[in-house]
C-alpha cells in the first residue's frame, strides 16, 4: 500500500483546510487509517482514525470538536477537515495505514503535508 497525503497550506487562525489521504495499491478493508501530527521540537501526535470500511471514527481529544475524519467519493481516499483551526495546529501531517485500532501498529506512511496556521 502507497499513501499520498496532500492539501496543506498556510491559514489564519480560524480557517479551515481539507487534508486528503490517497491509498493506492489493494487496502485491506479491516484496516484503520490514522492521521498524525508532528509540529518542530515535538513527538509525534495522534489526532484521528477512521476504520477504512466503516464510518467509525476516533479523536484525540485536542482536536475533537474541530476535525473530521471521513470518507468521500473516491474510494481510495480518506480525508481529514480541519476547522477553527489553532496556531498550536501547525505541524507536518501524516497519514498512515494498518492495522489496529484506533491507532494503527506498524503502518505504512503517507509523505507528510505541512499546516501552518498564523495567530
Known amino acids: 500500500v502507497q499513501l499520498q497525503a496532500f492539501g496543506g497550506g498556510l491559514v489564519q487562525a480560524g480557517g479551515s483546510l481539507r487534508l486528503s489521504c490517497a491509498a493506492s495499491?489493494?487496502?485491506?478493508?479491516?484496516?484503520?487509517m490514522n492521521w498524525f501530527r508532528q509540529a518542530p521540537g515535538k513527538e509525534r501526535e495522534f489526532v484521528a482514525a477512521?476504520?477504512?470500511?466503516?464510518?467509525?471514527?476516533y479523536y484525540a481529544d485536542s482536536v475533537k470538536g474541530r476535525f473530521t475524519i471521513s470518507r468521500g467519493d473516491a474510494r481510495n481516499t480518506r480525508y481529514l477537515q480541519m476547522n477553527n483551526l489553532r496556531p498550536e495546529d501547525t505541524a507536518v501531517y501524516y497519514c498512515?495505514?494498518?492495522?489496529?485500532?484506533?491507532?494503527?501498529?506498524?503502518?505504512?506512511w503517507g509523505q507528510g503535508t505541512q499546516v501552518t496556521v498564523s495567530s
Open positions: 498512515a495505514f494498518g492495522n489496529g485500532w484506533p491507532q494503527v501498529r506498524n503502518p505504512y
Open positions: 495499491g489493494r487496502p485491506f478493508s479491516s484496516h484503520t
Open positions: 477512521i476504520r477504512w470500511s466503516s464510518s467509525s471514527t
